[in-house]
């Protein structure tokens, strides 16, 4: 069966379906990493987004339970180069296809996603319709040009809890593991360390390695929904509070916005990708559209106050903008592929964020210390 991509500037990519039949339009995205393509289609947030693969094979290694990053994937589309259809993985429990048919997800391979990437990085971030339909060319950018895209858009409503909930209290979820001298029937597991601080992780689309890294640095969270109140997080006396990434425009998060710079100064605080953003706007700055995002695993990261480089793992289409920032505010890291705002913290109170994703999941592993950095702050106002 034929797929075709097309686009809302009437570029379009003729290419072979896998997955679900069906027709989805959203913004198209491309994302650079190499693996973790589960992590991918099940982060929140891609919610709204049709998300392309700049690494040419896919699928390589199946899906399975233990990798999803959210109950269930939330891209719109999938699109890759060429397909694996027969994963190789003692830990495979079901195929990239298969798991794309069990969501209803629609995929296409065989696109030129390196042509679709120069396109997208020339002419910056637009809508895509994915179809595996009847519709012409014509048709097809026709929806595209019709269907909603990112900018204004509430999608972290779609997708956080509809109450909150402890997570992990057994600590069976959160334990890392290896295999035992390549031996799959051995797997080991490391005991979690005892719980030193009680916090509360609003959750604006929440990945659960975020949740794992956490209780692996030591924290007992409670998870909030997105609306929940700066007074109701408070009745918790939690020792600090995280921020989550999520999906859509920051911009239209009013009531997000409220309630964090109800909880400024009052207990610490740590936000991440969506997170930073909204606390960008309780600061009371603003975001930006990015022309094309930052989605990958090869981002560099400078820390302006050490000048050392970390290679980030990233999921993002808007940028606080350094210049709407009050005094009271440092910018502590910058994007050194475009200058773009990626850390910043209060210069008083106990307050930071960063831009980039230090659980990884997937990618590398240089900016994990922000978790115990998160720790240490809490501990220093006790």
């Not at 959203?26 to 919610?47: A, H, K, W």
């Not at 916005?257 to 936000?271: N, S, V, W, Y």
């Not at 990015?290 to 106050?305: C, I």
């Not at 005094?327 to 502590?332: A, H």
């Amino acid at each position: 069966m034929k797929a075709l991509l097309a686009l809302e500037d009437g570029r379009t990519f003729e290419g072979e379906s896998f997955g679900a039949p069906g027709t989805r339009v959203g913004e198209i995205c491309f994302n650079t990493s190499m693996t973790g393509y589960q992590e991918v289609l099940t982060d929140p947030s891609y919610r709204g987004q049709v998300v392309a693969m700049t690494y040419p094979h896919i699928g390589n290694y199946g899906t399975n339970e233990s990798d999803q990053e959210s109950r269930e994937p939330h891209v719109r589309g999938f699109v890759i180069e060429e397909l694996s259809e027969l994963p190789s993985s003692w830990r495979s429990e079901r195929s990239l296809g298969d798991y794309l048919r069990h969501w209803n997800i629609p995929g296409a391979q065989g696109i030129d996603t390196r042509a679709l990437t120069r396109h997208l990085r020339e002419r910056g971030a637009m809508k895509a319709c994915l179809t595996t339909e009847t519709l012409s060319e014509a048709e097809a950018v026709a929806e595209a040009v019709r269907g909603e895209g990112v900018i204004g858009m509430d999608y972290v409503k779609e997708v956080t809890a509809s109450s909150s909930y402890e997570w992990d209290p057994e600590g069976s979820r959160s334990s890392l593991w290896s295999v035992a001298h390549g031996n799959a029937d051995e797997v080991r597991q490391r005991a979690l360390p005892p719980v030193r601080h009680q916090i509360v992780a609003y959750d604006y689309g929440i990945k659960e390695n975020i949740l794992r890294r956490l209780r692996q640095a030591g924290f007992g969270v409670t998870v909030v929904p997105s609306d929940t109140t700066a007074e109701e997080v408070l009745t918790r006396k939690p020792d600090g509070v995280f921020l989550s990434n999520g999906p859509g425009d920051p911009a239209a998060l009013g009531y997000a916005h409220e309630a964090i710079r109800g909880l400024i100064g009052k207990t610490p605080i740590f936000g991440i990708c969506l997170g930073h953003q909204v606390l960008g706007y309780a600061f009371g700055g603003r975001t930006f559209k990015l022309k094309f995002g930052h989605r990958g695993g090869n981002q560099p990261v400078q820390d302006l106050r050490t000048g050392k480089v970390a290679i980030t793992s990233q999921n993002h289409g808007f940028a606080v903008d350094a210049d709407s920032l009050p005094k009271e505010v440092e910018v502590t890291h910058v994007n050194l592929n475009d200058g773009t705002v990626e850390g910043m913290k209060h210069r008083e109170l106990p307050v930071f964020s960063v831009q980039y994703h230090p659980e990884a999941a997937p990618g590398p592993h240089d900016a994990s210390y922000f978790f115990s950095q998160f720790a240490e702050l809490i501990d220093g106002q006790k």
